[in-house]
């Protein structure tokens, strides 16, 4: 039975490795693998997925107005898609995705995030929790060893910043990974994380 499935995780849990791993090992058993990500994720380069462990492989990218169908079904021989980034994709994209699953019969591998800096839920990730068929957390902890669920947003001095934009592209000098407890202490106190 082929799935829609829906792997997140916070900064840092290393999605895109696990992504670019997946791709391998279905390479590995001779199968063509529909490599993609949103090109609202440019920090990299528009058509490269990278991992913080030094992963990195050439993927298509899909603009917030492509119809990810229409690009599928012009395509030979895709026996899987795995997807990076997917919290940025539009929820009509996500749609897409689910219609090649139920229509084609083609397993489709969403990576991404689950919420933004505010602990609010992206477009992308929303639809995926509405309609995969599994969905996995990729854990990480933060710096007191509990689970990390935030994707703090932080500035130069390493203060969590709480206004601005949803997207804001960016690596480990922008975000990091905290539990809830961390993420409030340091909105309140104002203090450096470590």
């Known amino acids: 039975m082929v799935k829609l499935y829906f792997r997140y995780g916070a900064m ?16 590995e058993r001779g199968m063509k693998v529909w490599l993609i990500k949103p090109a609202t994720d440019s920090r990299d ?15 298509q990218p899909i603009a917030p107005q492509d119809d990810i169908l229409s690009i599928y ?4 021989d ?3 898609i795995i997807s990076d ?7 009509a994209q996500i749609d897409q995705l689910r219609a090649i699953v139920d229509t084609y019969q083609i397993p489709v591998m969403c990576f991404g995030l689950r919420t933004d800096f505010l602990s609010r839920l992206f477009p992308g990730s929303k639809r995926l929790f509405e309609v995969a068929d599994s969905i996995t957390e990729i854990k990480t902890i ?19 910043i709480t206004e601005g934009q949803q997207i804001l592209l960016g690596g480990n000098d922008s975000y990091i990974a905290l539990c809830h407890a961390c993420w409030k202490r340091s909105i309140k106190n104002r203090e450096p994380v470590k």
Do not use: H, M, P, W
Request: with cysteine; proline share 0%.
């Open 45 to 59: 380069g528009v058509t490269t997925i990278r991992s913080r462990v030094g992963l990195a492989q050439e993927a």
């Open 85 to 91: 980034e997917s919290q940025f994709f539009t929820e």
């Open 78 to 80: 895709v026996d899987v």
């Open 12 to 27: 840092g849990s290393s999605k895109s490795a696990q992504a670019l791993i997946t791709k391998f090992n279905y390479e």
């Open 73 to 76: 079904q012009s395509k030979d």
């Open 142 to 160: 933060c710096s007191c060893g509990e689970k990390a669920i935030i994707n703090a947003r932080i500035d130069g001095e390493r203060r969590v």
